[in-house]
T-cell receptor, first 114, second 116 residues
């Protein structure tokens, strides 16, 4: 168990809808990362927060947004969903945003858009 | 910018045989490298990391990796495969090109099949 908790585990929704994915980092970790995993794109970095502030942005669509709350949990909001958004979304956390600080991953949320 | 390339999307070995998963990196600065394993329906689990302290890095479950600067490689090995090693393995490099974020750039992954 990595200590990173993601809910829900599975999400099935229709095109055009909006969903929220939730992540609780490991105790003591201040940095949260969101990744998208799909068969064709592999693991793609979406966005990172550190102690409540956005730290880095990757290949995140404008329809997607995220935030980190004062208790350090994070939410990833996906709106106007398209079939192509179906993927596994991972949250990871680390103690600090440094080069040698390993990321600890949750078990992911599998999103299916129909 | 940093990147990693995993050679071979699928590797099949017999139980008890040597496991060798290949990873080559590209980096203009000394890299920080990681190997992760993903079992079915689970998240990624850290196997080991290289942070320049030693070129041979030992990880969990009997895995190790050797950093070779001359070959820009960080291959993952295990002397004797177990059935439980069947999983997908990812090589990753810490992105040092966009400030101190700690985010990882992953390879495409290698699926390891272990035959009885």
């Amino acid at each position: 168990d990595s200590g990173v908790t993601q809910t829900p585990k599975h999400l099935i929704t229709a095109t055009g809808q909006r969903v929220t994915l939730r992540c609780s980092p490991r105790s003591g970790d201040l940095s949260v990362y969101w990744y998208q995993q799909s068969l064709d794109q592999g693991l793609q970095f979406l966005i990172q927060y550190y102690n409540g502030e956005e730290r880095a942005k990757g290949n995140i669509l404008e329809r997607f947004s995220a935030q980190q709350f004062p208790d350090l949990h994070s939410e990833l909001n996906l709106s106007s969903l398209e079939l192509g958004d179906s993927a596994l979304y991972f949250c990871a956390s680390s103690v600090s945003p440094t080069y040698n600080s390993p990321l600890h991953f949750g078990n992911g949320t599998r999103l299916t858009v129909t | 910018a940093q990147s990693v390339t995993q050679l071979g999307s699928h590797v099949s070995v017999s139980e008890g045989a040597l496991v060798l998963l290949r990873c080559n990196y590209s980096s203009s600065v000394p890299p920080y490298l990681f190997w992760y394993v993903q079992y079915p329906n689970q998240g990624l689990q850290l196997l080991l990391k290289y942070t320049s302290a030693a070129t041979l890095v030992k990880g969990i479950n009997g895995f190790e990796a050797e950093f070779k600067k001359s070959e820009t490689s960080f291959h993952l090995t295990k002397p004797s495969a177990h059935m439980s090693d069947a999983a997908e393995y990812f090589c990753a490099v810490s992105d040092q090109g966009s400030g101190n974020t700690g985010k990882l750039i992953f390879g495409q992954g290698t699926t390891l099949q272990v035959k009885p």
